[in-house]
């Protein structure tokens, strides 16, 4: 498939709603981090991390070729900040996790429209994901606090409830939203209290505060789909 074709593709299906708020979106953390002199790796980060959110809730491939350029941008800015549990998570996980969800996601594409088909855990396979996830945040609390993270509660929860909503999002699970709505929130409790310890970071703030509400608005969409 030829580049053009495939990015004419990837655009298709959305909404005017969508594509408004997409617009508007984008256009405020701009406006917003330029005025405050915001840092540029967090502004990049910002948009591509928005972008991928919503081309992932879409079900769209190409996702994982924009996340891949937030996942540098948010490593850098992770480390700067003494995020450790962010830094190995992007680093390590989300990356090679990309590449295999780019090969996942080809092979479950819907015959009439560039997305991917969706489907749901079953009732037992789901309480096994949020128990073993509530276990594992609290190992991984008790090890970032161990090296000194700033963070390490709110850390450790993302981090963790992170690896197990990539696993979902790979797999095509609604469930995936549920584990990236306490991601959402609890990244942005940790990059507000960043910003308020005198890191240039505000563009991040705005950016996983539109992941939250992202995460609201698929939640339902996925669900209304499903349920159809």
């Not at 609290?138 to 197990?164: C, E, M």
Request: charged fraction near 15%; hydrophobic fraction near 50%.
């Amino acid at each position: 498939m030829k580049i053009f074709e495939f990015v004419k593709k990837e655009l298709e299906g959305f909404s005017f709603f969508e594509k408004l708020f997409f617009a508007i979106v984008i256009f405020l953390v701009c406006i917003i981090s330029i005025y405050l002199n915001d840092s540029k790796i967090a502004l990049v980060s910002a948009l591509a991390g928005i972008s991928y959110t919503i081309l992932a809730g879409k079900g769209k491939i190409s996702c994982y070729f924009i996340g891949m350029i937030g996942t540098f941008c948010y490593c850098y800015l992770s480390f700067k900040n003494g995020f450790y549990g962010n830094l190995a998570l992007y680093g390590l996980y989300y990356f090679p996790m990309e590449i295999i969800g780019i090969w996942r996601w080809a092979k479950h594409l819907k015959k009439d429209k560039q997305e991917i088909i969706k489907k749901k855990l079953s009732i037992k396979k789901r309480i096994g994901f949020y128990l073993s996830a509530c276990f594992a945040s609290v190992i991984a609390y008790f090890f970032l606090k161990y090296i000194g993270a700033k963070t390490p509660l709110f850390d450790a929860i993302s981090v963790v409830f992170s690896i197990f909503g990539q696993i979902l999002t790979v797999k095509r699970c609604y469930e995936q939203w549920h584990f990236w709505f306490v991601v959402n929130l609890c990244s942005l409790i940790m990059w507000i209290i960043a910003y308020l310890n005198g890191s240039n970071c505000f563009a991040t703030i705005l950016m996983w505060l539109v992941y939250l509400i992202l995460t609201f608005y698929f939640i339902k969409q996925w669900k209304k789909e499903l349920n159809n």
